[in-house]
């Protein structure tokens, strides 16, 4: 097998993104054991600038060793539990991916769709929470990479909470990339992407929990 020497190319996509050359040389550093004090002060200090970047407090904010759609997995797997009902938002590619989150891990998806390129109908949402009293979770896509549309986060999870859902946000691509306050807009749990503004390389998922999440998540019948 030869070695790769991949073309040098300007990235202008919707990610990945440009990788800044202080971050490839840190790839070319030796590798440690997982237990080694040296790794945890890096996973620490890691944590503690993703809390920065998520604008949170929350204990549990870490990065999983996988692309945005293992920190969309994360999320679903651990929050939705079989018969559970979810809203899902769908206006672009990503929702629909969560739609299959949903039914994989045993959850009822009751769809709020939106023409793709528009943003998520905030009465659209309130009205399916309205028609499903017993839903339990509201899951949307802030960003739809798909499409560019962004939707209004913050007044979706004041929609989810008036009506006793917590939620699920992608921000795959809006990490870093427009405004996004996960404690101020009460966000419940959250994962992202390395590869597009925080311009890192792909592979690895920023995810966030707070404690409305946690105690579904401790509350669960099945493990
Ligand atoms: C909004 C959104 N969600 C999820 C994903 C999946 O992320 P990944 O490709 O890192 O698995 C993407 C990737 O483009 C995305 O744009």
Redesign the pocket.
């Known amino acids: 097998m030869k070695s790769f020497n991949p073309p040098i190319r300007t990235l202008m996509g919707?990610?990945p993104s440009d990788v800044h050359p202080r971050i490839l040389s840190a790839m070319a550093r030796p590798t440690i054991g997982h237990l080694d004090p040296a790794f945890v002060g890096m996973m620490n200090e890691t944590k503690e600038g993703l809390k920065s970047i998520f604008k949170t407090e929350n204990e549990l904010t870490m990065p999983v060793s996988?692309?945005?759609?293992?920190?969309?997995e994360t999320c679903f797997a651990n929050l939705v539990e079989p018969g559970d009902k979810v809203v899902v938002c769908i206006n672009?590619?990503?929702g629909m991916?969560m739609q299959e989150n949903i039914t994989r891990f045993g959850g009822v998806a009751v769809v709020v769709e939106d023409d793709w390129g528009t943003a998520v109908s905030l009465d659209k949402v309130e009205q399916a929470l309205k028609d499903n009293t017993d839903a339990k979770i509201l899951a949307f896509?802030?960003?739809?990479?798909?499409t560019g549309a962004r939707s209004d986060a913050k007044a979706l999870c004041k929609i989810a909470h008036d009506n006793d859902c917590i939620t699920i946000v992608?921000?795959?691509?809006?990490l870093g990339g427009c405004e996004l306050r996960v404690d101020e807009w009460e966000i419940d749990a959250i994962?992202s992407?390395t590869?597009?503004c925080l311009s890192a390389m792909?592979?690895i998922?920023p995810v966030s929990f707070n404690e409305r999440a946690l105690t579904k998540v401790k509350n669960r019948k099945k493990p």
Request: no cysteine.
């Open positions: 919707p990610g996988a692309p945005g759609s293992a920190g969309m672009g590619v990503f991916r896509v802030h960003a739809e990479t798909s992608d921000a795959v691509t809006s994962y992407g590869q597009k792909p592979g998922s």
